[in-house]
């Protein structure tokens, strides 16, 4: 029988991103306040602040939407008590304490067009924590 000669195989391209933006960092730390706090910086490819995006949050268990105001064209320099600093030009705190549950959050501009994936992320009221997210532009 003839020898099986195995054909390279090509390999699948790389998908190219489907939004502007990419998550670029997911930091969070323990914290004694009951509320869900989340600072967000949303930056272009140089690190400088964009403003006039927003962070929509479904919260999964209940499927509730909260949407934040809209990012600023600045550091606001939030930071939440602790070692770290962490600074933003957007607050996304929808009402009501931290609980068990799972969250979906993205990017959108003020029209509502998404610019991100969904980043998911859990919370719960016995490791409270606040949370620090970066969306940069890959562009």
Same mark, same amino acid.
């Not at 949407?67 to 933003?88: D, H, I, R």
């Not at 998404?114 to 924590?129: E, G, H, I, M, Y």
């Given at each position: ?5 195995a054909?390279?195989?090509?390999p699948?391209?790389?998908?190219a991103?489907?939004y502007? *933006?990419?998550?670029?960092? *997911?930091?969070n ?18 690190e400088?602040?964009? %403003? ?20 600023? &064209? ?7 008590p602790g070692?770290?600093?962490?600074? %933003? ?8 304490g931290?609980?068990?549950t799972s969250w ?7 029209? %509502? ?7 998911? *992320?859990d ?5 409270k924590? &606040?949370? *620090?997210?970066?969306f940069?532009?890959?562009?």
């Amino acid at each position: 029988a003839p020898a099986v000669v195995a054909e390279p195989v090509s390999p699948l391209p790389t998908p190219a991103a489907q939004y502007d *933006f990419l998550l670029n960092e *997911f930091f969070n730390s323990p914290t004694t306040n009951s509320f869900l706090v989340m600072y967000v910086a949303i930056v272009d490819a140089n690190e400088i602040p964009i %403003g006039d995006l927003k962070i929509v949050g479904t919260r999964l268990d209940h499927n509730l939407t909260y949407e934040s105001p809209l990012s600023t &064209w600045y550091y606001e320099g939030y930071n939440a008590p602790g070692q770290v600093q962490k600074s %933003g030009n957007l607050k996304f705190e929808p009402p009501g304490g931290i609980e068990a549950t799972s969250w979906l959050l993205h990017l959108e501009d003020a029209q %509502g067009n998404r610019l991100s994936d969904d980043v998911p *992320f859990d919370t719960d009221p016995a490791d409270k924590q &606040w949370y *620090f997210v970066k969306f940069r532009r890959s562009y």
